[in-house]
């Protein structure tokens, strides 16, 4: 491991976590009633991690910097009910000649809304002023992930890790932290792999491939999946969707990769895959196993994603060209 200490930081978009993935709230299957408990998020995790006092990681690695792209006023609402992530909650940050700073995780987030950017619509093909709000959109992305920078070079970040950030992370951040902002993702990312499922919407996709076959794709605006397509009812409306065969249907895992241009694209870091088959009833033959269930998987995924991250950040911080850019 390297001869200092690696900080951390870590950019999130909290409103996705709590409304489409329900961390800080208790999470009740819709189709089983199941309660799975108060789910806790990644990033807390890894703050208990990095807070255990005897822990191989809590030795090598501080937490200095978290940044939420949501807008102000949904953080304080988000906050204010608890949800989220635990604010109060404290962790030591190692800095030099063994002295320690403990701050609470409110301490180190920023609020940098990207909504400055984000929310400027853009006009129809063949609008007069569609190329210049496409100009004015770049320059202000550019502007907002200036601002992130900042931050993390205040908070003197060393590895970026992206978790449910519903931005493209653009030319700007990518050039300050080549090679070192990573993104843990809820399913196989890898290229070569036929089980694949990159893109905003891995849980749902793992669950229509394992009972139905396909993957919706008329949806996947920056992804792809090779295969052949089809037009399928789903959810009462006529989709395109594309089929898998029978032996890649029940692969799923998760993936810590690096970030590049390419929208879950970049290599992988580390993964863990399993057979849905082996942890649930998918096809309502084994009764003495849960039912499959969109909310089933994202449990057990929520429950991998920490150890794969960690493993992950160890093995990147352990890379050649990381440990030359940490010197």
């Known amino acids: 491991m390297n001869n200092r200490m690696i900080n951390l930081g870590f950019i999130t978009t909290l409103s996705e976590v709590i409304t489409e993935e329900f961390v800080g709230k208790e999470v009740i299957d819709?189709?089983?009633?199941?309660?799975?408990?108060?789910?806790?998020?990644?990033?807390?995790?890894?703050a208990e991690e990095i807070a255990a006092k005897e822990s191989?990681?809590?030795?090598?690695?501080?937490?200095?910097?978290?940044?939420?792209?949501?807008?102000?006023?949904?953080?304080?609402?988000?906050?204010?009910?608890?949800?989220?992530?635990?604010?109060d909650m404290k962790v030591p940050i190692h800095e030099e000649q063994d002295s320690v700073k403990v701050v609470t995780l409110k301490d180190i987030t920023t609020v940098i809304p990207s909504s400055v950017w984000r929310g400027i619509p853009i006009p129809p093909r063949g609008s007069d002023n569609r190329a210049e709000v496409i100009a004015k959109r770049k320059q202000l992305k550019e502007e907002y992930e200036d601002r992130i920078c900042k931050i993390l070079r205040n908070s003197k970040v060393d590895i970026l890790i992206s978790n449910s950030y519903t931005n493209i992370i653009g030319p700007r951040l990518l050039n300050e932290y080549k090679n070192m902002i990573i993104n843990i993702h809820p399913a196989i990312t890898s290229q070569d792999n036929p089980c694949r499922l990159p893109g905003v919407t891995p849980t749902r996709d793992a669950y229509t491939r394992a009972t139905k076959g396909f993957v919706i794709v008329d949806d996947k605006k920056s992804?792809?999946?090779?295969?052949?397509?089809?037009?399928?009812?789903?959810?009462?409306?006529?989709?395109?969707?594309?089929?898998?065969?029978?032996?890649?249907?029940?692969?799923?895992?998760?993936?810590?990769?690096?970030?590049?241009?390419?929208?879950?694209?970049?290599?992988?870091?580390?993964?863990e895959e399993y057979d849905l088959r082996d942890h649930f009833n998918v096809d309502g033959s084994n009764t003495k196993k849960p039912l499959l269930t969109e909310e089933a998987i994202r449990e057990h995924n929520y429950n991998m994603k920490p150890s794969v991250l960690i493993k992950a950040i160890m093995k990147h911080a352990e890379h050649p060209e990381t440990i030359e850019r940490l010197q």
């Open 30 to 46: 819709d189709v089983t009633g199941k309660s799975y408990g108060v789910r806790k998020g990644t990033l807390e995790a890894l």
């Open 223 to 271: 992804v792809s999946l090779d295969g052949e397509e089809e037009t399928v009812h789903f959810n009462g409306e006529e989709r395109k969707a594309v089929k898998f065969p029978e032996e890649h249907r029940y692969t799923h895992g998760v993936t810590v990769h690096v970030v590049t241009a390419g929208v879950d694209e970049g290599p992988p870091i580390h993964y």
């Open 56 to 87: 191989e990681f809590s030795k090598n690695f501080n937490l200095t910097a978290i940044v939420l792209n949501d807008d102000h006023e949904n953080v304080d609402q988000h906050f204010t009910k608890g949800e989220g992530y635990d604010v």
